[in-house]
């Protein structure tokens, strides 16, 4: 069964920093391209940024110079650095599979707030 389970959000002040993880269960992760993306409430999803199973990483405009993408292949996880946080950071936070892309973890919520 593919699973992704999502951790690590919470409520931060503006210029802060959180660490997301992904773990990944139920496909072949070091084989595959991963990516993290967002939803504001009410509103669409957002590519944040991704990294291939090379290990080759990608940034949104948004996030470049913020944010840094890694993983672990050892620990199936993907995880998100997110560093000097801002409001408009606020979001739930999903992982993503290119090889299960129809699969979704729970997300993770991420408040950047004073």
């Known amino acids: 069964e593919v699973q992704l389970v999502e951790s690590g959000g919470g409520l931060v002040q503006p210029g802060g920093s959180l660490r997301l993880s992904c773990a990944a269960s139920?496909?072949?992760?070091?084989?595959?391209?991963m990516s993290w993306l967002r939803q504001v409430s009410g509103k669409g999803l957002e590519w944040v940024s991704g990294i291939y199973s090379g290990g080759t990483t990608y940034y949104a405009d948004t996030v470049k110079g913020r944010f840094t993408i890694s993983r672990d292949n050892a620990k199936n996880t993907v995880y998100l650095q997110m560093n000097s946080l801002k409001p408009e950071d606020t979001a739930v936070y999903y992982c993503a599979s290119a090889i299960v892309p129809a699969y979704w973890g729970q997300g993770t919520q991420v408040t950047v707030s004073s």
């Open positions: 139920g496909f072949t992760f070091s084989s595959s391209d």
